[in-house]
């Protein structure tokens, strides 16, 4: 609203009329930050203004993800002493359990097309990725074997899931159908991968590797299976992707304290997006 939103929505109608993309002006990052004292979860656009704190929680907090973009939201909540996934509507702040089985509630990742949730749960053993509704009704289990499933991320259309597994040994990066067949590893940079975030237009995941003892992040394309560094020292973790399927945001761990970056995957540029005391991590992108 007023001239700066006004400004948000012609720099995103020149966007899409010159790149077929949306823009990213006005969209919101959601991030975890302790610089209050306590884990809090907090929004702020994608030129890091407005930045607002969404949660007064007594308990530790995690893993926000955008369900309905500017509107509500999933996370991790571990209020009781475990983790539960929530929902959360903004600017009402009404929130509601919808996972809540004994062991781990974790790593929503929501497909707006069919009204569902890709999720780990652990309470038929180890983790394993389920399918849900968006209320938490189990629809389907995804994976069955004795590895540690996890991470895992939603293809747009809904068809397809990447996520991470040990089954090979060593944690990296797979994609499958969401019955769990045809799964295949798409990871090979390193002895160590995680993170897998699929961009927004289906083309693209990104992931987070360990090198020489650094975390880099890499691009891997669906449509020809080759895979690119786009940033090969980045302290990072927790990738999510901008709505324009070019820009990413992860956190930086390589410095204390960790701080919310964006990067431009094309050029490799970075932007800061959190500064001061805190550590501030676990970001996820949205409309």
């Not at 610089?35 to 530790?60: F, I, P, S, W």
């Not at 949730?117 to 938490?136: C, K, N, Q, R, W």
Request: charged share 20%; glycine share 12%; hydrophobic share 35%.
């Amino acid at each position: 609203s007023g001239p700066r939103g006004l400004a948000h929505a012609v720099c995103n109608d020149l966007v899409f009329n010159l790149t077929g993309k949306p823009g990213i002006a006005g969209s919101r990052i959601l991030f975890v930050s302790d610089r209050t004292g306590n884990y809090q979860l907090y929004q702020v656009e994608y030129d890091g203004e407005n930045l607002k704190r969404l949660t007064d929680a007594k308990y530790m907090v995690h893993y926000p993800r955008w369900l309905y973009p500017g509107k509500e939201l999933l996370f991790v909540s571990y209020k009781g002493g475990w983790p539960k996934l929530a929902r959360k509507k903004i600017p009402s702040g009404e929130e509601r359990v919808i996972l809540s089985h004994p062991g781990l509630n974790a790593c929503a990742s929501p497909c707006l097309k069919t009204g569902e949730l890709a999720v780990v749960l652990s309470h038929e053993g180890g983790p394993e990725i389920y399918i849900t509704d968006f209320d938490g009704r189990i629809l389907k289990r995804v994976t069955r074997n004795r590895a540690t499933d996890a991470s895992p991320s939603f293809s747009p259309c809904g068809k397809m899931i990447s996520f991470v597994s040990d089954m090979h040994g060593s944690a990296q990066v797979y994609i499958m159908t969401r019955e769990g067949t045809r799964i295949r590893r798409i990871s090979y940079l390193s002895g160590y991968s995680t993170s897998p975030a699929w961009s927004p237009d289906g083309n693209l995941i990104a992931y987070v590797f360990l090198r020489g003892g650094s975390y880099g992040i890499a691009v891997y394309e669906v449509s020809t299976g080759e895979t690119r560094v786009v940033a090969g020292a980045a302290g990072s973790e927790d990738v999510s992707w901008a709505p324009d399927s070019r820009h990413l945001v992860y956190s930086d761990i390589s410095r204390k304290p960790g701080s919310v970056t964006v990067l431009d995957a094309v050029t490799g540029e970075k932007r800061k997006l959190t500064g001061g005391s805190g550590n501030s991590f676990s970001p996820g992108w949205g409309g």
